[in-house]
Structure formats: structure tokens, C-alpha cells
């Protein structure tokens, strides 16, 4: 059985730090690509960023230079490492094995003052 379990999400001061991690069960996770997703109240739910089963990595262009994507295959586990936090960043993260089309559970990510 595949899974997918997500932490790390906190409440931080905008300019803070996080970093989230994404730990996967039952795959063979270093041939996947895995993808980190965000969800608003309100809004649908939007790509962060991924990255294939090489490292190669694609972000949406409002975290460029502000969040990386990194995978440990002997961990079986994706980091998200978020830097210079926005108000505009408050969401729930989640992350998905996008080839198997696995999600987790999603972890909150709140930014305010």
C-alpha cells in the first residue's frame, strides 16, 4: 500500500523559514517523480514545485528562489525548504507521487504576523 505522510508545517512569521518533508511507504520511490502542491481557502489547488526521479527541478514562479525541492531515495523522503515566507504562502502542502498519482495528507503552512 502506497503512502504518503507529510510534516513539518507550522505557523511562522512572514520572512521566516520552514522546511517540509514528504515521507513515502509501499513505492519504489527513487524512479517516481514527486511534486509539492498548495491548497488556500478559496482557491484550487496549485503546483509548487517538482522533481524527477534524476533531481531535476521545476518551480512555479512566485516561490522561484525562495523554496527548493531536494529527494533523499535511501530516506524515501521529498524536503520542501521554504525561505523568505509570505503572507501569500499560508496554505495546506501536499505532496503527490506523480506517477502513481498518490497524494498525502496534506500539512498547514501558516504565515502571519
Known amino acids: 500500500q502506497v503512502r504518503l505522510v507529510e510534516s513539518g508545517g507550522d505557523l511562522v512569521q512572514p520572512g521566516g523559514s520552514l522546511r517540509l518533508s514528504c515521507a513515502a511507504s509501499?513505492?519504489?520511490?527513487?524512479?517516481?517523480?514527486m511534486g509539492w502542491y498548495r491548497q488556500s481557502p478559496g482557491k484550487q489547488r496549485e503546483l509548487v514545485a517538482t522533481?524527477?526521479?534524476?533531481?531535476?527541478?521545476n518551480y512555479v514562479d512566485s516561490v522561484k528562489g525562495r523554496f527548493s525541492i531536494s529527494r533523499d531515495n535511501a530516506k524515501n523522503t521529498v524536503y520542501l525548504q521554504m525561505n523568505s515566507l509570505k503572507l501569500e504562502d499560508t496554505a495546506v502542502y501536499y505532496c503527490?507521487?506523480?506517477?502513481?498519482?498518490?497524494w498525502g495528507q496534506g500539512t498547514q503552512v501558516t504565515v502571519s504576523s
Open positions: 522533481i524527477s526521479s534524476r533531481g531535476t527541478t
Open positions: 503527490k507521487d506523480i506517477l502513481l498519482g498518490i
Open positions: 509501499g513505492t519504489s520511490f527513487s524512479l517516481n517523480a
